[in-house]
């Protein structure tokens, strides 16, 4: 399973990066002239009046957008640290990410969902069980399930005595795995 780090927002390709800057050094310009042509036709007192109206709607938009960009840039920043997709069964984390080869969920919320611990026998057991697309290692090492072999493992996990089993299966299966698969590129055509 490969891991991309979110890109922050606002961030743009050179190009259109190029061509934001370009927009305000513009805008700048523009503001700048209309200042010094109302000055030299009006004076300063009535050109100020005719000016600054024209001037603060323009900046009344700049500071909006810049202040929800900003906001979103603040945001990212405080949560950059928690990648993927996160949910809460029984006011439990369970994160959950979407990438190109599918979907995973995290070995280590699940088995804080049951309550067990994941050591690395367990971790190792796994491995071998449901193979290296069903349960792999990431970069940082975190281990991640991916989903269908999740719903497998918890499937012969759980019997009828084991009910947080069966319910944290239920959520993944009805609740929460088939959005994300709708929502995923070509979503219609993953597993079930």
Not at 38 to 62: E, N
Not at 71 to 89: I, N
Request: charged residues 25%; hydrophobic residues 45%; proline residues 7%.
């Amino acid at each position: 399973m490969s891991r991309r780090r979110p890109a922050p927002p606002g961030a743009f390709e050179r190009g259109e990066r190029r061509q934001h800057v370009g927009t305000y050094v513009l805008a700048f310009l523009f503001l700048a002239l209309t200042f010094v042509g109302a000055l030299r036709v009006y004076g300063l007192g009535i050109g100020l009046l005719i000016w600054l109206p024209g001037a603060g709607s323009l900046a009344a938009v700049w500071f909006l957008y810049g202040g929800s960009r900003f906001r979103a840039w603040l945001r990212w920043l405080t949560m950059r640290r928690l990648e993927g997709r996160h949910f809460a069964f029984d006011n439990i984390p369970v994160r959950i990410e979407c990438t190109d080869e599918g979907i995973f969920v995290n070995a280590a919320d699940v088995f804080a969902v049951l309550d067990a611990p994941l050591d690395p026998a367990a971790a190792r057991r796994l491995a071998l069980r449901l193979g290296e697309a069903g349960f792999a290692r990431d970069p940082d090492g975190q281990w991640w399930f991916e989903s269908g072999a999740l719903l497998a493992w918890l499937e012969t996990r759980g019997d009828k005595h084991d009910p947080l089993t069966r319910r944290l299966r239920n959520w993944l299966e009805r609740d929460t795995l088939p959005p994300l698969r709708r929502a995923m590129p070509g979503g219609a055509d993953l597993p079930r």
